[in-house]
C-alpha cells in the first residue's frame, strides 16, 4: 500500500493543505477566510424568479450571482421538508427527530417547477456546486449532512451503500447493521470508508450527523433576514481529513501550533489511532519547501507536464472542456518495437493524467489524446490501467474506452473553480515572463537522459545563461552538477554564456 501524508501550511489569511502519496503530490487544496460559499453549505433563503422553461429557479445564497436550483434537484421529499420548515420556523414543532412526523406525497418525477415553488417562498438549499467563472452556484433542495462513515439525509428512507465497495457480502452486512440503527425519517448512503467498520463506529458517526440535523433545526429563525447560513460544512482541514484519511496515512504535518491542537481533537473523535501521526513542524526551513511541494506546484502545473521517462503532456484549457496531448518525447527506447514504445507511453501517460486531473481538480469533459495504438488487446490494457489509477479519485466520473484514433473521454464532476497555480517568472533580461527555472531545468535533465541513454559521446558540455548556470552548481554536495556525476557517472562540465537568452542553453558533445 502506498503511504500517504498531509503537509498543512498556515499563513495568515489561508490554509494550504498537500496530500502527497509516497513523496508525490495528488491533491492541492486552499482554504480561505474570506470565503463564504462551499459545497456542503446549507442556507435558509427566498426561492427568486421562477423559469417555466428552464424549470429552474434562482436563488440568492449571497453569491454575487444567484444560484440555480432545478426541479430535479428539489428532491421527491420536497413538500415535507416545506411543512416542517414551516412549522418549526413558527416554533409549532419542537421534535427534529422526524420519528412521528407525517410525511406528504412525494412531487411528481417529472412535474413542472410552478406546481411546487412560488417566488418569495421560503426554502432550504444547499450547494452542491460552487461558483464557478460567470456562473453562480448550484443549488439542491435535497439536503444531505456528511459524516466519516456515512451520509445523512432527511427526509428519506433509503440505505444505499458506496459503489467502489463491490463484495456483496460486505455490503449486505453494512445494510443489515444501518437498518438496525437507523432513525425513522432519515436515508443513508454508507461511504467507501465504512468497510469493515463495526456498528458501534457507525452508530458513533450516524450520533454526530444527527447532532448536526438538530443544530440546523435550532438555528431556523422566525423572522430575520434572508439569505442565512444554517449549517457551515466542516472546515476545510475537518473535511479533507474526514474524506482522504484511510489506513495509508503515515504523516499529517502542520506548521500551526493552534491548528496542531485542533486536528488532533479532530481526530480524537473520528479516529483515535491516528492522532499519534498528527506533529507539529517547528524547523526554520518553509514546511512546503521540507517536503517538496513547492517544487512539484512548480513541475505540475504548466501547459508542459514532464515524466520521468522523457514523455510529456500538453494541456490545454477552453471554456468548454481539456484537452491532453501524450507526447512520447525523445525517450530512450528500450521496447522491442514501436507498438510496444507506444502502449509503455500510453500506461506512463494514463497514470500521469489521473494524477492531473485530481491535483488540478479539472472536471466537465476532458479529451486525452494518447498515442495511436492499432491493437485492440492494448487499447483495453491502457483503458483498464487508467480505470485502476483514477479508481482513487473521490470525486465522480465516467471513462469511455480508447477510440481507434486513440482518444479517451472523460467526464469529471465540477464542484470547484479549478485550482490554477501561475507557474511563470519574471524574466531577469525584463522580457515579461518565462518558464520558471525548475521547468527548465526538467527540459535539460529530458534531454540529458537521452544523450546519456545513446552512450555515444565521450564529453558532454552544457551552455546556459549564468543564472541558470548558478541555479544547477549552487551547494557543494547538493547541486544538480554533483546529482548528475553521481546518477550518470560521468561529469557534465556546465559554462555560463552572458551572450544566451535566459531560456536559451545548448549542449556541446564529444563523440568516443
Not at 154 to 183: A, C, G, H, M
Request: hydrophobic share 40%; glycine share 4%.
Amino acid at each position: 500500500m502506498k503511504k500517504s501524508e498531509l503537509i498543512i501550511r498556515s499563513n495568515s489569511n489561508d490554509i494550504d493543505f498537500a496530500l502527497l502519496k509516497d513523496g508525490k503530490l495528488i491533491e492541492l487544496h486552499k482554504e480561505e477566510e474570506s470565503k463564504n460559499i462551499a459545497v456542503g453549505d446549507i442556507f435558509l433563503t427566498k426561492v427568486g424568479k421562477v423559469l417555466t422553461g428552464l424549470n429552474a429557479s434562482f436563488v440568492n445564497v449571497g453569491a454575487k450571482k444567484d444560484g440555480f436550483l432545478h426541479y430535479h434537484d428539489l428532491g421527491p421529499q420536497l413538500r415535507s421538508m416545506q411543512k416542517f420548515l414551516k412549522l418549526v420556523s413558527a416554533g409549532k414543532l419542537k421534535d427534529y427527530s422526524l420519528k412521528d412526523f407525517p410525511f406528504e406525497k412525494d412531487i411528481n418525477k417529472d412535474g413542472v417547477i410552478t406546481e411546487v415553488v412560488k417566488p418569495g417562498q421560503n426554502i432550504l438549499v444547499q450547494i452542491v456546486k460552487e461558483p464557478i467563472s460567470t456562473k453562480g452556484p448550484r443549488l439542491s433542495a435535497e439536503l444531505s449532512i456528511a459524516g466519516r462513515y456515512m451520509v445523512l439525509m432527511p427526509f428519506s428512507d433509503r440505505v444505499s451503500v458506496s459503489q467502489k465497495i463491490t463484495d456483496n457480502k460486505e455490503k449486505t452486512r453494512l445494510k443489515r447493521l444501518v437498518k438496525s440503527i437507523k432513525p425513522k425519517g432519515f436515508g443513508i448512503i454508507l461511504r467507501t470508508v465504512a468497510k469493515d467498520k463495526k456498528v458501534a463506529e457507525l452508530d458513533k458517526d450516524l450520533q454526530n450527523s444527527l447532532k448536526q440535523w438538530e443544530n440546523l433545526c435550532k438555528a431556523l429563525p422566525q423572522n430575520t433576514k434572508l439569505p442565512l447560513k444554517v449549517l457551515s460544512e466542516v472546515n476545510r482541514t475537518s473535511s479533507i481529513l474526514r474524506d482522504v484519511l484511510n489506513e495509508s496515512f503515515v504523516g499529517i504535518h502542520v506548521n500551526d501550533e493552534t491548528l496542531y491542537e485542533e486536528i488532533k481533537a479532530y481526530l480524537n473523535q473520528i479516529a483515535p489511532d491516528k492522532t499519534s501521526i498528527v506533529k507539529l513542524y517547528q524547523s526554520k526551513v518553509p514546511i512546503f519547501q521540507k517536503f517538496g511541494v513547492d517544487r512539484q506546484i512548480k513541475t505540475s502545473f504548466g501547459k508542459t507536464v514532464s515524466m520521468s521517462t522523457g514523455a510529456y503532456l500538453i494541456i490545454e484549457h477552453t471554456e468548454a472542456l481539456h484537452v491532453i496531448d501524450v507526447n512520447s518525447g525523445n525517450r530512450s527506447n528500450k521496447a522491442k518495437t514501436q507498438q510496444d514504445t507506444a502502449l509503455q507511453v500510453n500506461l506512463i501517460a494514463a497514470s500521469e493524467v489521473a494524477r492531473q486531473l485530481q491535483l488540478r481538480d479539472m472536471g466537465g469533459i476532458i479529451v486525452v489524446d494518447f498515442i495511436d495504438m492499432h491493437s485492440a488487446e492494448d487499447r483495453k490494457k491502457l483503458f483498464e490501467h487508467l480505470k485502476e489509477e483514477m479508481s482513487f479519485d473521490r470525486t465522480k466520473h465516467k471513462i469511455l474506452p480508447p477510440s481507434r484514433f486513440g482518444l479517451v473521454q472523460i467526464t469529471r464532476q465540477r464542484v470547484r473553480e479549478e485550482v490554477n497555480i501561475k507557474t511563470r517568472e519574471v524574466d531577469p533580461n525584463k522580457n515579461g515572463e518565462v518558464e520558471a527555472p525548475i521547468l527548465l531545468i526538467d527540459k535539460i535533465e529530458r534531454e540529458l537522459n537521452t544523450l546519456i541513454g545513446k552512450d555515444l559521446y565521450k564529453d558532454i558540455t552544457l551552455h546556459a545563461h549564468p543564472f541558470i548556470v548558478a541555479y544547477l552548481t549552487k551547494g557543494i554536495f547538493s547541486s544538480y552538477q554533483i546529482k548528475w556525476f553521481w546518477r550518470y557517472k560521468k561529469w557534465i562540465k556546465i559554462i555560463p554564456r552572458d551572450a544566451f537568452q535566459y531560456l536559451k542553453y545548448h549542449f556541446d558533445l564529444t563523440k568516443k
